[in-house]
């Protein structure tokens, strides 16, 4: 953020306009528009704020710009308000001076605001503390409750003044506030009644009525609408921006703050009622019998609604308005009014009451705020009264006369304390001061107030003069008491300049203010000046029972008669205006000078001949030249050289002496003339603005030169800084470096002389080696002699000892070799002699031999070849024999291994051999079978003759054993019967199938052989169902293939041949025909059976033959072999191809 020091800092135009320059009317305005285009609304000349209206909100009344302006000197920020409240209340609070903050400008030029905001800057920045912040909250809540009340919207503003305020804030020692005193000059009450067009009443009416509640209202007896009520002006009721409701709420807050009890504020608003009521009492004409004119009540009903607010008897008050009673010394005469008095009456109390009630208001608030004990206080008085105003129509009446007239006042005691002020200041300083020409307007005050023929006091004499009195008989007084003064101007005058002005009509005459001149309407001006309420009405009021009314009109009481005929306004306000004089004049002035920048209440425009118009009447310029004619600067010693002490070499950097002193020096130091500046007392005084400028620029210049030299200064310092840096490293990096570089100068040596040392050493060990190693050598080579020495003594020694072993081992060589040449000669020899003789063995074996075999030659030819086949033979036996012993295969019948053949012609010995030995272990084999064994075997045998290559299934039937007994009878308790029934005993039980004779199908039956019999029985039962003796049986028919058929052919004409053959089929049908073949075999008696093996027999069923025929076929069904009779004499097997 960019930070002020001064207020010749960063200005926008020029910041105080004593520094004008040049100075004209046109540069001064141009400074104000472009400051205020800028948004500076505030403008300094000298001490005096110049404050434009800005129409809208800016962001410089925020916390924060009061801590900036918070004990800092005037002109060291940007002209604020603030600034002005600060100094004020600083020199209050240090300096013990009463301050008074007087606040001017037009209707609508933001003095209120301006008072609000020096009160809440005070506030501000005043003490702290509980009971220091209820006073302030108290002080600040004071102006809604007065601006409800005593403002109301105009057409210049709508919040416009209609009263003067001025109050005194008291403070104690230490700044802190204490309390207040509110002074209230001349309400505008004919508001009550009438408002001029565009205007609105006060706005406590439109705040009552928009924002009490609906029980509120109903108490009060009144109606939300405002356009029931005469009093309110309808057209501008509704002010935009401005929220009736709310204030309402913000003032009956304000109120509770301010101290007031409930009643009271229910009191005040039924008061408000009360004026808005009367308003609605309208009259109507009434005659009466003696002919005088007399008025009526139109409708009783506001009148009857007042009386209950107030508590008043009706009629009482009804009679008021109706007579009117004029007291003299002893008698009491009362005369009827007519509708217009009437009216008037009604007028006179609405009037009378809302403006005792408004001050009643400001004596009430001024009970809360007042300050306890009776110590004096410091005093800061802000004056906000209501603002120059004319209507531009000529309707300015006598409420705008007295307005006009207190800031006439006012103009005239700013001219004064400034000029007084200026002076003052002067002489205090020492300085000799010039009179400057200005415009004194108290000539004009003098004009309305003097006391023998001033307007006032000629309105006063005629409304004191008995006879008829007019505002006619006031203007003619006026004419011919005034024609002569230069700033009153009438047609009727005797002066004939105003004779021709059209503009100024007979019944009014002009005044020429300080702010220009006013046309003023003569009409209203007794009435008002005397301010008559008729005694029936006051004392009707004072009759009511209601607290408040009865204090507001004292004079009703009857016990306090007075005759007197009370001041007139125009009177008392004169009063209480020199009064307000007087106690300003005693204080120390601080002005606030609102402008208004346009007439349209609007932001942003800026009418030049608006301001300039104001600037003109405020004096403004007189006031620049005033101040500037002296000096147009000035200021303490000390800030002074704190400025431009670095303008002059000897007040830079410090001076050490006082400050005028240096100040003096500093001035003398610079081309600048005697005469452009004073020394005062505290204060260098300086004449020309030009001058300061030359001063600030000069200081500009001089800020730079100091900035550059600062720069220059901090520069060759940052250098120096560097460059000593830089030499500092520079010594430490060739410290460094020469020492690296002896360091490696040293160590190079240190390796040189390592090196040459070692090389001397070395040399020197070297020799020392060889030295030592020659005497090494010397002692070895002595030592190597004395070894070769000893060797070769030893060796001779040794030689000479080997030779003596060698001659002594030659000797034992030579005599062993010789012994064993000795041996070798002697074993050749026994070998030879051996060999030799095994020689003369072996011819003598073979002379013998030869011998013999001549001698037996002939033996020999005759029987040698077959004793030589004889006995080659019987060795070849013998040996065929014995080897035939070692290789004989093993004693199972079944192993088919024999040894090879190893001559030709013993194959018949060696095949029967083998049979032989087959037999033999055949034979040992069946000798060890049990009985049963070799029965089975036996039979297995039979079986083997019968069926063996014969019939298909027999293979299958080779590795079955021959059970027998499958049905196991005997233990069976099944066929425990048919067991005991079996006379011998059962060599076979099996289960077989009997072919139906008629249709081929089979049926189970048991089937029993024993020697003697074959028996077939029922498979479930046991039952017997044909026994067949076994001598009945002729012959077995089977086929050749693999099936199970056997027909069993019985005898004809036996017993058992009745049905015919039995034909069956069985598993074990190689067993049942061999058993059955068996018993045949066995019997001795009995015939041998036929076994018939072929694929078709003949088989006799009863009395038919019929053929079985078995034939290949394809297994049906699952079945292996099925069999069909196919007809009488064909009965077909179809029996399933092996293949
Ligand atoms: N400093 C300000 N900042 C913003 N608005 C402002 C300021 N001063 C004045 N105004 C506006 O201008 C309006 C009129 O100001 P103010 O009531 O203070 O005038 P006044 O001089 O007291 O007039 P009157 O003599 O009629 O009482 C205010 O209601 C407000 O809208
Ligand atoms: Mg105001």
């Given at each position: 953020?960019?930070?002020?020091?001064?207020?010749?800092?960063?200005?926008?135009?020029?910041g105080?306009?004593?520094?004008?320059?040049?100075?004209?009317?046109?540069?001064?305005?141009?400074?104000?528009?472009?400051?205020?285009?800028?948004?500076?609304?505030?403008?300094y000349?000298?001490?005096?704020?110049?404050?434009?209206?800005?129409?809208?909100?800016?962001?410089?009344?925020t916390?924060?710009?009061?801590?900036?302006?918070r004990?800092?000197?005037?002109?060291?920020?940007?002209?604020?308000i603030?600034?002005?409240?600060?100094?004020?209340?600083?020199?209050?609070?240090?300096?013990?001076?009463?301050?008074?903050?007087?606040?001017?400008?037009?209707?609508?030029?933001?003095?209120t605001?301006?008072?609000?905001?020096?009160?809440?800057?005070?506030?501000?920045v005043?003490g702290?503390?509980?009971?220091?912040?209820?006073?302030?909250?108290?002080?600040?809540q004071?102006?809604?409750?007065?601006?409800?009340?005593?403002?109301?919207?105009?057409?210049r503003?709508?919040n416009?003044?209609?009263?003067?305020?001025?109050?005194?804030?008291?403070?104690?020692?230490?700044?802190?506030?204490?309390?207040?005193?509110?002074?209230?000059?001349?309400?505008?009450?004919?508001?009550?009644?009438?408002?001029?067009?565009?205007?609105?009443?006060?706005?406590?009416?439109?705040?009552?009525?928009?924002?009490?509640?609906?029980?509120?209202?109903?108490?009060?007896?009144l109606?939300?609408?405002?356009?029931?009520y005469?009093?309110?002006?309808?057209?501008?009721?509704?002010?935009?921006?401005?929220?009736?409701?709310?204030?309402?709420?913000t003032?009956?807050?304000?109120?509770?703050?301010?101290?007031?009890?409930?009643?009271?504020?229910?009191?005040?608003?039924?008061?408000?009622?009360?004026?808005?009521?009367?308003?609605?009492?309208?009259?109507?004409?009434?005659?009466?019998?003696?002919?005088?004119?007399?008025s009526?009540?139109?409708?009783?009903n506001?009148?009857k609604?007042?009386?209950?607010?107030l508590?008043?008897?009706q009629?009482?008050l009804?009679?008021?308005?109706s007579?009117?009673?004029?007291e003299?010394k002893?008698?009491?005469?009362?005369t009827?009014?007519?509708?217009?008095?009437?009216?008037?009456?009604?007028?006179?109390?609405?009037k009378?009451?809302?403006?005792?009630?408004?001050?009643?208001?400001?004596?009430r608030?001024?009970?809360?705020?007042?300050?306890?004990?009776?110590?004096r206080?410091?005093?800061?008085g802000?004056?906000?009264?209501?603002?120059?105003?004319?209507?531009?129509?000529?309707?300015?009446?006598?409420?705008?006369?007295i307005?006009?007239y207190?800031?006439?006042?006012?103009?005239?005691?700013?001219?004064e304390?400034?000029?007084?002020?200026?002076?003052?200041?002067?002489?205090?300083e020492?300085?000799?001061?010039?009179?400057?020409?200005?415009?004194?307007?108290?000539?004009?005050?003098?004009?309305?107030?003097?006391?023998?023929?001033?307007?006032?006091?000629?309105?006063?004499?005629?409304?004191?003069?008995?006879?008829?009195?007019?505002d006619?008989?006031?203007?003619?007084?006026?004419?011919?008491?005034c024609?002569?003064?230069?700033?009153?101007?009438?047609?009727?005058?005797?002066?004939?300049?105003?004779?021709?002005?059209?503009?100024?009509?007979?019944?009014?005459?002009?005044?020429?203010?300080y702010?220009?001149?006013?046309?003023?309407?003569?009409?209203?001006?007794?009435?008002?000046?005397?301010?008559?309420?008729?005694?029936?009405?006051?004392?009707?009021?004072?009759?009511?029972?209601?607290?408040?009314?009865?204090?507001?009109?004292?004079?009703?009481?009857?016990?306090?008669?007075?005759?007197?005929?009370?001041?007139?306004?125009?009177?008392?306000?004169?009063?209480?205006?020199?009064t307000?004089?007087?106690?300003?004049?005693?204080?120390?002035?601080?002005?606030?000078?609102?402008?208004?920048?346009n007439?349209?209440?609007?932001?942003?425009?800026?009418?030049?001949?608006?301001?300039?118009?104001?600037?003109?009447?405020?004096?403004?310029?007189?006031?620049?030249?005033?101040?500037?004619?002296?000096?147009?600067?000035?200021?303490?010693?000390?800030p002074?050289?704190?400025?431009?002490?670095?303008?002059?070499?000897r007040?830079?950097p410090?001076?050490?002496?006082?400050?005028?002193?240096?100040?003096?020096?500093?001035?003398?130091?610079?081309?600048?003339?005697?005469?452009?500046?004073?020394?005062?007392?505290?204060?260098?005084?300086?004449?020309?603005?030009r001058?300061l400028?030359?001063?600030?620029?000069?200081?500009?210049?001089?800020?730079?030169?100091?900035?550059?030299?600062?720069q220059?200064?901090?520069?060759g310092w940052?250098?120096?800084?560097?460059?000593?840096?830089?030499?500092?490293?520079?010594?430490?990096v060739?410290?460094?470096?020469?020492?690296y570089?002896?360091?490696k100068?040293?160590?190079?040596?240190?390796?040189?002389?390592t090196?040459?040392?070692s090389?001397?050493?070395?040399?020197?060990?070297?020799?020392?080696?060889r030295?030592?190693?020659?005497q090494?050598?010397?002692?070895?080579?002595?030592?190597?002699?004395?070894?070769?020495?000893h060797g070769?003594q030893?060796?001779?020694?040794?030689?000479?000892?080997?030779?003596?072993?060698?001659n002594?081992h030659?000797?034992?060589?030579i005599?062993?070799?010789?012994?064993?040449?000795?041996?070798?000669?002697?074993?050749?020899?026994?070998?030879?002699e051996?060999?030799?003789?095994?020689?003369?063995?072996?011819?003598?074996?073979?002379?013998?031999?030869?011998?013999?075999?001549?001698?037996?030659?002939?033996?020999?030819?005759?029987?040698?070849?077959?004793?030589?086949?004889?006995?080659?033979?019987?060795?070849?036996?013998?040996?065929?024999?014995?080897?035939?012993?070692s290789?004989?295969?093993?004693?199972?019948?079944?192993?088919?291994?024999?040894?090879?053949r190893?001559?030709?012609?013993l194959?018949?010995?060696?095949?029967?051999?083998?049979?032989?030995?087959?037999?033999?272990?055949?034979?040992?084999?069946r000798?060890?079978?049990?009985?049963?064994?070799?029965?089975?075997?036996?039979?297995?045998?039979?079986?083997?003759?019968?069926?063996?290559?014969?019939?298909?299934?027999?293979?299958?039937?080779?590795?079955?054993?021959?059970?027998?007994?499958?049905?196991?009878?005997?233990?069976?308790?099944?066929?425990?019967?048919?067991?005991?029934?079996?006379?011998d005993?059962?060599?076979?039980?099996?289960?077989v199938?009997k072919?139906n004779?008629?249709?081929?199908k089979?049926?189970?039956?048991?089937?029993?052989?024993?020697?003697?019999?074959?028996?077939?029985?029922?498979?479930?039962?046991?039952?017997?169902?044909?026994?067949?003796p076994?001598?009945?049986?002729t012959?077995?028919?089977?086929?050749?293939?693999?099936?199970?058929f056997?027909?069993?052919?019985?005898?004809?004409?036996?017993a058992s041949?009745?049905?015919?053959?039995?034909?069956?089929?069985?598993?074990?049908?190689i067993?049942?025909?061999?058993k059955?073949?068996?018993?045949?075999?066995t019997?001795?008696?009995?015939?041998?059976?036929?076994?018939?093996?072929?694929?078709?027999?003949?088989?006799?069923?009863?009395?038919?033959?019929?053929?079985?025929?078995?034939?290949?076929?394809?297994?049906?069904?699952?079945?292996?072999?099925?069999c069909?009779?196919k007809?009488?004499?064909?009965?077909?097997?179809?029996?399933?191809?092996?293949?």
């Amino acid at each position: 953020m960019e930070v002020k020091t001064s207020l010749l800092d960063n200005m926008i135009g020029v910041g105080d306009m004593v520094l004008l320059e040049p100075l004209s009317e046109d540069s001064f305005l141009e400074n104000l528009k472009n400051r205020f285009e800028h948004n500076e609304i505030y403008t300094y000349i000298g001490s005096v704020v110049i404050s434009m209206n800005p129409y809208r909100s800016l962001p410089i009344f925020t916390p924060e710009k009061v801590e900036e302006y918070r004990n800092r000197n005037f002109y060291e920020l940007s002209p604020h308000i603030y600034a002005l409240a600060d100094e004020a209340y600083r020199s209050l609070r240090d300096q013990d001076k009463d301050q008074c903050i007087l606040i001017t400008g037009e209707s609508g030029a933001g003095k209120t605001e301006a008072s609000k905001l020096v009160m809440s800057y005070v506030a501000a920045v005043c003490g702290k503390g509980q009971e220091v912040n209820k006073v302030k909250e108290q002080l600040l809540q004071s102006n809604p409750v007065l601006e409800a009340f005593g403002n109301a919207k105009t057409v210049r503003n709508d919040n416009s003044s209609r009263f003067g305020k001025y109050m005194d804030i008291e403070f104690d020692f230490k700044g802190d506030p204490l309390g207040g005193v509110i002074s209230n000059y001349l309400l505008e009450k004919s508001r009550v009644v009438k408002q001029p067009r565009g205007e609105r009443n006060f706005h406590v009416f439109y705040q009552l009525l928009s924002g009490a509640s609906d029980e509120s209202l109903k108490k009060l007896k009144l109606h939300r609408d405002f356009s029931k009520y005469n009093y309110l002006s309808l057209d501008s009721a509704a002010v935009n921006g401005l929220d009736d409701a709310a204030n309402f709420r913000t003032v009956r807050n304000a109120m509770q703050i301010v101290g007031f009890m409930e009643d009271e504020v229910q009191s005040v608003m039924e008061l408000v009622a009360a004026v808005l009521k009367l308003g609605n009492i309208e009259f109507k004409p009434d005659s009466r019998s003696n002919g005088s004119d007399e008025s009526r009540i139109k409708d009783k009903n506001d009148l009857k609604e007042m009386c209950e607010l107030l508590g008043i008897e009706q009629s009482v008050l009804e009679r008021a308005f109706s007579y009117r009673t004029v007291e003299a010394k002893l008698e009491k005469v009362s005369t009827t009014l007519n509708v217009a008095q009437a009216y008037y009456a009604r007028d006179a109390l609405a009037k009378n009451l809302y403006s005792r009630l408004f001050s009643w208001l400001v004596t009430r608030i001024n009970e809360s705020i007042k300050a306890q004990g009776k110590t004096r206080h410091k005093v800061m008085g802000v004056l906000d009264i209501y603002g120059f105003e004319i209507f531009e129509d000529g309707d300015n009446s006598f409420e705008q006369f007295i307005i006009n007239y207190c800031n006439e006042k006012l103009q005239q005691i700013f001219i004064e304390l400034t000029l007084r002020e200026e002076q003052e200041e002067y002489i205090r300083e020492g300085i000799e001061w010039t009179n400057i020409e200005y415009f004194n307007n108290a000539v004009i005050c003098d004009l309305i107030e003097n006391n023998q023929n001033g307007i006032l006091a000629m309105l006063d004499e005629e409304c004191l003069r008995p006879g008829t009195v007019t505002d006619e008989t006031f203007l003619d007084k006026l004419n011919t008491i005034c024609a002569e003064h230069l700033h009153f101007e009438s047609r009727l005058s005797k002066n004939s300049k105003f004779l021709t002005d059209h503009s100024l009509p007979h019944s009014c005459f002009r005044i020429q203010h300080y702010a220009g001149k006013v046309l003023y309407r003569a009409e209203g001006f007794v009435d008002k000046n005397n301010d008559l309420l008729y005694r029936d009405l006051s004392q009707a009021m004072y009759k009511a029972n209601h607290k408040l009314i009865k204090q507001l009109f004292p004079e009703g009481n009857p016990a306090k008669v007075n005759l007197k005929r009370p001041l007139t306004a125009g009177f008392q306000f004169k009063a209480s205006v020199g009064t307000l004089m007087r106690n300003l004049q005693t204080k120390n002035p601080n002005y606030i000078r609102c402008i208004k920048p346009n007439d349209k209440k609007a932001s942003h425009i800026f009418t030049d001949s608006l301001v300039r118009h104001q600037l003109r009447y405020l004096g403004l310029m007189e006031n620049v030249r005033v101040r500037r004619a002296g000096y147009a600067f000035r200021q303490p010693y000390e800030p002074c050289l704190e400025r431009y002490k670095m303008l002059c070499k000897r007040t830079w950097p410090h001076w050490l002496g006082p400050a005028r002193e240096g100040v003096e020096v500093l001035m003398s130091d610079l081309p600048v003339p005697a005469e452009e500046f004073s020394f005062g007392r505290s204060k260098i005084f300086i004449r020309n603005p030009r001058t300061l400028f030359f001063l600030e620029e000069r200081r500009r210049q001089c800020l730079q030169d100091l900035a550059t030299l600062i720069q220059k200064i901090y520069r060759g310092w940052k250098c120096r800084g560097h460059f000593l840096l830089l030499k500092k490293s520079q010594i430490v990096v060739s410290a460094w470096y020469r020492r690296y570089a002896q360091q490696k100068k040293y160590q190079k040596i240190k390796s040189a002389t390592t090196v040459v040392q070692s090389y001397t050493r070395g040399w020197q060990a070297r020799k020392l080696l060889r030295e030592l190693k020659y005497q090494k050598r010397c002692v070895e080579a002595v030592t190597t002699i004395s070894a070769f020495w000893h060797g070769t003594q030893a060796r001779m020694e040794l030689r000479r000892l080997k030779q003596e072993v060698r001659n002594k081992h030659a000797v034992t060589v030579i005599w062993a070799y010789w012994q064993g040449t000795k041996a070798r000669r002697e074993l050749r020899r026994l070998k030879e002699e051996a060999r030799r003789k095994h020689a003369v063995a072996v011819i003598w074996a073979y002379w013998q031999g030869l011998k013999i075999r001549r001698e037996y030659r002939k033996f020999f030819r005759a029987n040698a070849g077959k004793k030589i086949y004889d006995f080659t033979i019987q060795r070849i036996m013998q040996k065929y024999f014995l080897g035939l012993k070692s290789t004989l295969p093993s004693m199972s019948p079944i192993d088919k291994n024999w040894p090879a053949r190893p001559y030709l012609f013993l194959g018949g010995v060696h095949s029967e051999l083998r049979r032989i030995f087959h037999l033999w272990r055949c034979k040992k084999y069946r000798s060890q079978f049990t009985e049963e064994k070799k029965a089975v075997y036996e039979e297995k045998l039979e079986a083997s003759e019968l069926f063996k290559d014969k019939k298909a299934l027999y293979p299958s039937s080779v590795s079955q054993p021959f059970k027998g007994d499958y049905l196991e009878i005997n233990k069976n308790p099944k066929y425990q019967k048919l067991s005991i029934a079996m006379e011998d005993k059962v060599l076979l039980a099996d289960v077989v199938n009997k072919i139906n004779r008629a249709n081929g199908k089979g049926t189970a039956r048991l089937f029993l052989l024993t020697k003697n019999s074959v028996v077939l029985a029922d498979q479930k039962t046991g039952q017997v169902k044909a026994s067949v003796p076994l001598p009945d049986l002729t012959s077995v028919s089977v086929s050749t293939q693999s099936d199970g058929f056997f027909a069993l052919k019985l005898k004809e004409g036996s017993a058992s041949a009745v049905k015919g053959d039995f034909l069956l089929s069985s598993e074990h049908l190689i067993e049942i025909i061999t058993k059955i073949h068996r018993m045949g075999t066995t019997a001795a008696d009995r015939e041998q059976l036929d076994i018939d093996i072929s694929d078709e027999f003949l088989v006799q069923f009863k009395h038919d033959k019929v053929c079985v025929k078995f034939i290949q076929g394809v297994p049906k069904n699952g079945n292996s072999v099925s069999c069909k009779r196919k007809n009488n004499r064909l009965l077909e097997v179809s029996v399933p191809s092996t293949a």
